[in-house]
């Protein structure tokens, strides 16, 4: 799969990507990360990227004509079905393990970061297949959540954990086959010493009884969902999840 980010900042991204499972992926071949500066499709000599707001108001607004112009060298013969094309944003629908899953469908994905005060609308309406937040706060750039999103969309391309039951026993995994359940929280995780300040492991995980230890595993992760995020437990609502709106996908016009 191929991550593209268009940004403002591309020097932001050297850590994040160098870093464990997705910088290994990358070196591997598994996966690609291209980090596009939004300022190359400039023509001015100061490179303007921004511009005021119509109507008045504070701070500056991402000019549409960049990141168009950017998307289309990206994607010149774009195909919807395999290059997906989304806006960091925190009005959009709430990124989840679902979503990255669905993500996980295309072969290439355009991460759109905004700055400032936001960017033109007409990149959402008009550019951006779907809007992602990756949480109820204002960030000051998309650049944090575009690396959220690469992280979580990459590790599940097949190869990319080294042992693939990471992928599968993790919080939010489906309970019930692909789509079907909320997914519950992982189990707890205990390493060396047995006992640390007088706080011991269960006993369950020293005995070296295998089926003993699953059916502690799935009853610990109930009960830690339960405790933590009941509403993880509550029925999903089909209808509502039918509409395909619901799942952040945008009508264009
Ligand atoms: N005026 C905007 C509003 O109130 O919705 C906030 C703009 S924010 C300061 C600048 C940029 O940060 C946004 O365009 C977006 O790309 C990014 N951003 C902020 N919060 C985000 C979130 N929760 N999820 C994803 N991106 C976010």
Redesign the pocket.
């Known amino acids: 799969m191929i991550f593209h980010v268009l940004t403002i900042f591309p020097e932001f991204f050297r850590g994040p990507f160098e870093h464990g499972v997705v910088a290994r992926a990358g070196q591997s071949g598994l996966l690609q990360i291209k980090v596009h500066n939004l300022r190359d499709w400039t023509y001015d000599f100061h490179k303007t990227v921004d511009d005021r707001p119509f109507g008045g108001g504070e701070g500056m607004v991402l000019k549409a004509q960049p990141i168009f112009e950017a998307a289309e060298s990206i994607f010149p013969q774009r195909d919807p079905a395999k290059q997906r094309i989304a ?6 629908p709430l990124f989840d393990q679902r979503a990255a899953r669905r993500l996980l469908e295309f072969e290439e994905l355009l991460l759109i ?7 033109d609308e007409r990149v959402s309406r008009h550019l951006a297949d779907e809007e ?4 109820n ?6 650049e944090l ?1 575009a690396a959220v999103v690469v992280d979580a969309v990459a590790r599940l391309i097949p190869g990319v954990l080294g042992n693939e039951d990471s992928s599968v026993q993790e919080s939010f995994t489906d309970l019930e086959g692909e789509g079907a359940g909320n997914g519950i929280l992982d189990c707890p995780h205990y390493t060396r010493p047995a006992v640390f300040r007088g706080w011991s492991v269960p006993d369950v995980l020293l005995g070296g009884n295998h089926a003993a230890i699953r059916k502690w595993r799935s009853e610990a992760a109930l009960e830690k969902t339960q405790r933590l995020r009941p509403e993880l437990l509550k029925p999903r609502n089909p209808a509502v999840e039918a509409d395909p709106e619901s799942q952040g996908v945008r009508k264009k016009g």
């Open positions: 806006l960091l944003s925190a009005q959009g970061c905004g700055r400032y005060e936001g960017v992602i937040s990756i949480g706060y204002v960030l000051s750039g998309g959540a």
